[in-house]
């Protein structure tokens, strides 16, 4: 008998036709599952039904040696030669229900299973800042398994389904591991439709390269983003000593992340009182895509950039400043200036040549936050009023 090479269309016309009876093959044992074993045994497994489905669908036609539906349908006979008509022999009809059903299946749920374990550890020592080279080994691998899984298995498949488009030849992966191919009993010759075929590979080819291009620009900057960001922390804690910053012990912070004092403040949106190191690392280390993170203390969100720095230079510079104003000025001078929203518990003594450091952060004027159990900000300050003799609790504009 006569057989012509599979057009292209033939090929993807069969393949949806599989698809299609693996579908519904896949609802039926959905709805036995449910009606058998229950809605919540049939919720827990939801993603196996897809793969038992492929699983026995064609393992009763192809690894039988009998056509499919589609094929049957189509009028197509797969082979692994063309020219000597070969039909595929049983080792490679069983790599390709393994290939094509179980690996895919396997490989998602252990890059699942990988990726959980290692955002669970990032999770759970993200505020604990020792073992910064394992910890630096766990973002990376744990930045490769997303890779793999969201961006490179996808981009593979659109890969050959691209090449499939161009050369009209395994429409599956599986099916270009072990070279099937198809001929058809009946002559098919649309140009006009291998003409479509090939320009819609050619856009998928283009959509790949453009993707891949934006995908590594994106990478450049975020290195260059996170160099940047390490060299500023190496820096200010090469430059600005521990001791240059230290207070008396009453009238200083306590971080509640490293539990130390007389550390460089660092204040959140939300009111919690970190010190610079802490906060820093904290952000540097959080397990998000975006660019918002969590308080260490309250878990509320807040966006990266929103984490001033205060050196001990520019807090002095306005404690000097407030504190000279303050001394032929009442404190209501600030309010008519409109330099701060608010300033209250101010006691000034002209006696005083000197004045304690002044913290100024930017709160959000929307009441006292956390007052009702002291976290956070707040805190502080309630001791700082017992021990300085000038306080100003300011928010700037």
């Known amino acids: 008998m006569k057989v012509f090479i599979a057009d292209p269309s033939e090929v993807l016309l069969a393949e949806r036709c599989d698809e299609g009876e693996t579908d519904y093959l896949a609802g039926e044992l959905s709805h036995i599952v449910k009606d058998l ?39 197509l006979l797969p082979l692994v030669s063309v020219r000597q008509r070969k039909v595929p022999a049983f080792t490679r009809r069983l790599i390709f229900i393994l290939s094509f059903a179980v690996a895919p299946f396997v490989i ?36 490769l398994v997303v890779l793999i899984r969201f961006t490179g298995i996808p981009l593979l498949y659109r890969l050959n389904l691209a090449l499939f488009y161009l050369f009209g030849t395994y429409y599956y992966i599986s099916k270009r591991l072990i070279g099937l191919q198809y001929v058809s009993f009946r002559s098919q010759s649309n140009y006009q439709a291998l003409f479509y075929f090939r320009f819609f590979g050619a856009i998928n080819i283009a959509q790949i390269v453009s ?34 910053y230290n207070l008396p012990v009453g009238s200083s912070f306590r971080c509640s992340l490293c539990w130390q004092y007389n550390r460089q403040p660092s204040c959140i949106p939300c009111g919690h009182l970190f010190c610079w190191s802490c906060i820093s690392k904290h952000i540097q280390f959080a397990v ?16 990266r950039s929103r984490v001033p720095f205060f050196t001990k230079t520019v807090i002095m510079n306005a404690s000097s400043v407030i504190g000279r104003e303050l001394s032929y000025k009442s404190p209501e001078w600030f309010f008519v200036k409109g330099i701060f929203r608010f300033a209250s518990s101010v006691k000034s003594e002209s006696e005083n040549k000197y004045f304690p450091v002044v913290y100024v952060s930017g709160i959000q004027p929307t009441g006292v936050p956390h007052l009702g159990n002291y976290f956070g900000f707040i805190q502080h300050w309630i001791s700082l009023q017992n021990v300085c003799s000038f306080i100003c609790f300011a928010s700037i504009f």
Do not use: M
């Open 288 to 303: 998000t895509d975006s660019a918002l993170v969590f308080c260490p203390q309250c878990r509320e969100e807040f966006h």
């Open 211 to 244: 993707s891949a291009v934006i995908w590594i620009r994106d990478q450049f900057r975020k290195q260059r983003s996170e160099k940047a960001a390490v060299e500023f922390r190496q820096f200010s804690e090469s430059e600005i000593s521990e001791e240059e």
């Open 37 to 75: 074993l229950g809605p919540q045994f049939w919720i827990s497994y939801w993603n196996y039904y897809p793969f038992l489905a492929n699983t026995l669908y064609y393992g009763a036609t192809f690894l039988s040696a009998v056509q499919t539906i589609g094929e049957e349908y189509i009028a």
């Open 108 to 143: 998602e749920k252990f890059l699942e299973r990988i990726e959980n374990n290692l955002r669970d550890s990032l999770i759970a020592n993200e505020t604990r800042f020792f073992g910064w080279k394992r910890g630096n080994l766990r973002k990376t691998l744990f930045n």
